[in-house]
């Protein structure tokens, strides 16, 4: 009889056993599982940071190319070519007389 009520034990123990062995499995895949969602989700914010990041710069890009066509435009309009050359190069027509002004003093 001693035999068998420790055979009984012993499969009472190890039935115990096990359900702590399977519930740590469990608890440990739940583990695993949320971790690897948590990667995801942040993986997911990071792309999503970086679409707006990126739509933002798009615009920016847009808005100086519509600068420069417009600009573009003013190639053959012959004020604008007699503008820059009077203001951004400093030249003058022939026979007219270059004056240049000291700076204003404070």
Known sequence: MAVSGRLVEFQ???RQGLRYAVL???V????VIGYAFYLQISVVLNLHQAHVQLQAEIQVVEQENEALNQELQL?????YLEYLA???LGLIRSG????ILPP???
């Not at 440990?28 to 583990?31: E, K, S």
Request: without cysteine.
């Open 28 to 31: 440990g895949l739940v583990g």
């Open 75 to 79: 190639k053959d309009d012959t004020e």
């Open 24 to 26: 740590a499995t469990l």
């Open 86 to 88: 009077r203001n951004m």
């Open 104 to 106: 204003e003093m404070p």
């Open 96 to 99: 007219e007389t270059k004056i």
């Open 12 to 14: 009472k123990r190890l």
